[in-house]
């Protein structure tokens, strides 16, 4: 972290990897293992970043080997800045804490900073489909009323709690009228961040009923380190895009600024 505690924090997001434990093998023509490493040497010379948090979809083949090669792509690139996780749909949480262990991996899924919290969210289910259970909704209720007015919160999950307008929707966030009905009793969320889309996207609840999210949170999608999804398709189908991340610089009075970058 910064040593001046007004500055602002700096978060990149990568998510969806896709990664094979053949790292010479490729997902929809993408060779993923590469486009990984490239990413991350990216990040890696952006000294202003203070943390790093993947959103899921380590594993496209479920292999451990697939895990190990993650490990390895990011002790590659040197990096050294805290890297936070969550599991995606195609993801064994056992694994990534089995091998996500040591540094610079935090297996922590609160990021505290003064102005600051980042919450991680469990949204993995037994089907590709997400659900955020009780004990998490819960875990976010009691941290925005810990927070009260002292910090602002952006929460970061896997699955979609919007839907998006093409095939991912099949495997959205399933209970997201009651994360939603969550989210807008706490003034303290200032924006949710996911994964699993393989898109840049802003979006809205009802944005053409103001009245039904006065707050007006934006949903903010991370494009993939692996294949960016061709929304005019109906299934799985890349649109040739490069390999992606989002950054975000957390103010402190509450201002998100946000940016993608391609590589």
């Known amino acids: 972290m910064k040593s001046k505690q007004e500055s602002p924090l700096i978060i990149a997001q990568i998510s969806d990897c ?8 490729c997902h929809y023509g993408a060779d993923v293992y590469n486009n990984f490493l490239t990413v991350l040497q990216k990040l890696k010379v952006n000294t202003a970043i203070d943390v790093i948090v993947f959103t899921g979809d380590l594993s496209q083949d479920h292999t451990e080997r697939s895990y190990q090669n993650f490990v390895n792509a990011v002790h590659q690139a040197k990096i050294s800045v805290p890297f936070y996780y969550l599991a995606g749909n195609h993801d064994e949480p056992q694994l990534l804490n089995q091998y996500l262990i040591s540094a610079p991996f935090y297996q922590q899924k609160l990021i505290e900073q003064k102005n600051w919290q980042i919450i991680l969210l469990n949204s993995k ?38 839907d998006v307008g093409y095939f991912i929707d099949r495997h959205g966030l ?10 807008e009793q706490q003034p303290t969320i200032k924006a949710i961040a996911c994964g699993h889309v393989h898109r840049a996207l802003t979006v809205y609840l009802s944005p053409n009923k103001p009245q039904e999210n006065k707050r007006s949170i934006p949903l903010y999608t991370c494009p993939a380190t692996s294949i960016q999804f061709d929304p005019a398709k109906e299934t799985v189908s890349s649109t040739g895009e490069s390999a992606g991340y989002r950054l975000f610089t ?4 509450g201002k998100i600024e946000t940016n993608v970058v391609y590589v």
């Open 250 to 253: 957390l103010f402190a009075d």
């Open 174 to 183: 399933k209970n997201s009228d009651v994360f939603w009905q969550v989210i």
């Open 125 to 162: 289910s037994e089907t590709p489909a997400g659900i955020i259970v009780q004990d998490e909704l819960q875990r976010l209720k009691t941290l925005s009323a810990e927070t009260n007015t002292d910090k602002h919160q952006l929460v970061m999950m896997h699955h979609h709690a919007i």
């Open 18 to 25: 896709h990664l094979f434990a053949d790292i010479t093998q």
